[in-house]
């Protein structure tokens, strides 16, 4: 094989390939190489933004830099000041912590003995005095109501011509203008209703003043 | 329409006025011809639009500073070339699989692919690419399907032009016996 006739060579040595032809069997999507121009643009100016530098992105606090390494310094110093001197230099007796549990749990348990001075936010009398009181106001209310209802309704009980013979027989002189006043205002809100005729009233009246 | 003259192209980039105008001419001679070596390489559309368009991006960064001591497109293709080549390397890094096993995985998306529209017996050739070393089938891709000079293929590849015809040589043997055997 002669290598600087090789292209021809190959098609002979190969004719299977040779055959074949240069046939591209790969495709592309629709439109990809008109697209393509307007993809790279956009991607190139995310770049160019992606790429700005960081100051201009981002901002720090006023002579941020200028204090930095003081501050960087100052870190370090506490740093090393911290390891050269970790024992803060107090110490406490031999097997302290080991005991403190125990003997913190016997004083709790000492003080519930002695009854402790606990004091409760409210006494137990005081809760059952409240109580009483409020159920004694509330009968001694509930018991004047009914008193004045039954009373009533006694009263609303008894004829009309009772009452007036009762009043003939026991009024006294004093008693005239008030049984005036009363009878008006029974006489209205008993209505066109009355039971007794108005010259039984006139009658009454005139006898009684 | 004519495509721009690679010096026309280098001379609007370099005023800033005119830069984008010359990276659209740009674009527009050299899209296809680096999309498809790259897309024989890696075989899957996805990775080749990657792959491009970070090409692209670092062209639009770098040609700026092109010497033109040689040929813009050897110098594109040296990009495009770089890019794959690293691109299949992380693969096989990321996946910790040897480099056979990324032809392997080459393969299936090959089959899976629907965005290959060849026979069987392309499927076939394609196939057996596969089978090559990378570099090899980067030669062979660049001889076969693209007729690029071994000189200009040297230029790219940094290989000499001695070692090139060898590799090709082998390559076609190589693929003739595989179109054979799997019949």
Redesign the interface.
């Known amino acids: 094989?002669d290598?600087n006739n090789?292209h021809e060579?190959?098609e002979k040595?190969?004719?299977?390939?040779a055959s074949?032809g240069?046939?591209?069997?790969?495709?592309?999507?629709e439109n990809?190489?008109e697209d393509?121009?307007d993809?790279?643009s956009v991607?190139?100016k995310i770049?160019r933004h992606l790429n700005r530098e960081s100051s201009e992105l981002f901002s720090t606090p006023p002579d941020y830099f200028d204090t930095l390494a003081e501050r960087i310094n100052t870190s370090i110093k506490a740093d090393s000041l911290k390891q050269t001197t970790a024992d803060p230099g107090f110490s406490v007796p031999e097997g302290f912590f080991g005991s403190l549990e125990e003997r913190i749990l016997q004083k709790t348990a000492l003080q519930e003995k002695q009854g402790g001075k606990i004091r409760k936010l409210y006494t137990g009398w005081a809760r059952y005095a409240a109580a009483a009181c409020i159920i004694a106001v509330s009968a001694v209310t509930l018991f004047i109501n009914k008193k004045e209802t039954k009373v009533e309704d006694q009263f609303s009980g008894i004829p009309d011509t009772e009452i007036v013979n009762y009043l003939q027989a026991y009024s006294e002189p004093g008693d005239g203008m008030m049984i005036i006043e009363n009878l008006g205002s029974a006489a209205e809100s008993a209505g066109a209703a009355s039971d007794l005729p108005e010259d039984e009233i006139q009658h009454y009246l005139e006898s009684t003043l | 329409m004519k495509q721009a003259e690679d010096l026309e192209i280098l001379e609007k980039f370099a005023n800033e006025k005119t830069r984008e105008e010359a990276f659209g001419l740009l674009l527009k001679k050299y899209q296809q011809k680096i999309y498809w070596h790259v897309r024989r390489l890696v075989i899957d559309h996805d990775d080749a639009d990657d792959l491009v368009q970070d090409v692209f991006v670092k062209v639009w960064k770098y040609l700026g500073g092109f010497r033109n001591d040689s040929q813009l497109y050897t110098w594109l293709y040296r990009i495009a070339t770089n890019e794959c080549l690293t691109f299949l390397n992380k693969k096989k890094q990321k996946n910790n699989i040897p480099l056979d096993d990324v032809a392997y995985e080459l393969a299936d998306k090959l089959q899976e692919s629907p965005y290959f529209n060849g026979d069987q017996i392309q499927m076939k050739l394609q196939k057996a690419l596969l089978t090559l070393p990378e570099k090899q089938r980067l030669v062979f891709n660049m001889k076969y399907y693209d007729e690029l000079k071994y000189e200009e293929i040297s230029e790219i590849t940094g290989t000499s032009v001695g070692a090139l015809k060898a590799s090709f040589h082998l390559a076609v043997k190589k693929i003739e016996s595989f179109l054979l055997k799997n019949d």
Request: overall charge neutral; aromatic content about 14%.
């Open positions: 094989m290598l090789i060579d190959w040595e190969a004719p299977v390939l074949l240069r046939t591209n069997p790969f495709i592309v999507p990809y190489f393509l121009h993809n790279l991607r190139m770049g």
